[in-house]
Structures are given as C-alpha cells and as structure tokens.
C-alpha cells in the first residue's frame, strides 16, 4: 500500500508507477503475464481507479505492457533489452567525485536546432530548439573528456557556465525546481569525429568510451539528454554486483 507520511514524495500514481515498473524489470511479473486487475491494484495500492490507470498509462507509454480490451493489461513481448536497475544518487556521487578532480574547459552554451537522434530520445516536435552546452573536462591540464548536454526550451529554464561549473549535469535541471525519477544510462565505444578528436588531443577515429545520460521527470517526460565521450585510460565504471543470500546459478 502506498503510504502518505506527511512528508513531500511523488503523486500516488507515480508511486505505483514506480512499483510495477521494478516488479516488470525484476521479473516478478515475466514477458506475457497479466498484471492484476485495476480493483486488485487498487487494494495493493490504496488508491482509486483513476490513479492506476495513470500509473498504467505510463507504463504503456514506455512500452512496458500492453493492454487489451476486455482482457486486461499484460508485459511486453517486446522488452528483449531489460535494463539493469541502479542508483540515481550513486551516480551523482560519482560525478561530484569527478567534478572534484577536474575542471570544465571551452565552455559554449547556444539555442539550436536538436539533431534527429536528440530530438527522437527527447521527443520533442521538429522546428523546437534545445539549449545546448558543450564543454571539455580537464585533469592536470590535461583534457579526460567532452560533453555536450541538450534541454528542450519548453521548460522554460536558462543555462549558465555557472551551473554548469557548480553541479553535476544530470542535477542541474533538480536545482531549478524539477523533480527527477531516474535516468537511462548507456555506455559503449565509440570512434573519434573531428571535433572531438581536437577537444581530446587524439586523432580523428580513436576508439573512446561512449556514455549517454536521459535524465526523466517525475512524470517519465524525457527532459535532459547527456552525452559524454572519454579517453578510455581516463574512464572506469566500477559497480558491485550484490547476490542473494543462498542463490544458486541458474
């Protein structure tokens, strides 16, 4: 049941939201099963039918399930890449370790035009603008790393160095007043392009670590997208695998 302590949380339907999405990506409910009914989510939740069927609605939004008339609601067939589940704020410990190390260098901040893949994973309409920031992280004056970072101008918000300098990219949108449900964090390899060979001193097709960042609201709305690129010898993405007690291999 979802429990009220007087204190500030996310609305009841984000809570619920929130609740099925990690039994779906846990695999309490598999490919295929059929969720509960809305009363039986109702009584699981302690909340009114309009509240779930908002908490399912996000759900169908991420494609996670899919409802059927006169049926129910079942889990995709379609997830086939479940991401693994980590911790928002570990990231951004990580990163104020880092922010401490190191200093941003070729600071740029303009509004432009997103390009496809910026506009597709912020969906936002063709013709909006994003503010876009692009800066080069240095360590003992040597460069580590170059970011750009990508907000849609709808929010309304502004964008300095300042806020750039004095807090990890993925909290500053927090700092003006967003609240944050988690992010999607992907991280691979890439090869070098021209700008970021000369930002990164290596030449133009050097393999390096590739990190994208989408930061999602409270209401899963897609509203800061982050991508890094690094020296390989400069990246390390350390995470301890915690097993259950008594689990055997499968």
Known sequence: MVVDDGRMSPPRYVQAYTALKDWILQGVYLEGAQLPSEPELCKLFGVSRITVRAAVELLEKEQLVVRRQGRG??????????????????????????????????????????DESAQRDLQIPAGEHIIHAAFTRMRDNKPIGFTTLAIPSHLGVTLTEDDLKNAPAPTILQGKGFEILGAHQLIGATLADGRIADALHVSAGAPIVHVRLLVLDLFSNPIELLTAYYLAESYVHHVFLAAKPGASPA
Do not use: H, M, W, Y
């Open 73 to 114: 609601t079942f889990v995709s067939a379609k997830i086939t890449d479940t991401p693994s589940r980590g911790d928002f704020a570990e990231l951004v410990r990580r990163l104020r370790q880092l922010d401490a190390k190191s200093t941003l260098k070729d600071i740029e901040i303009t509004t432009r035009l997103p």
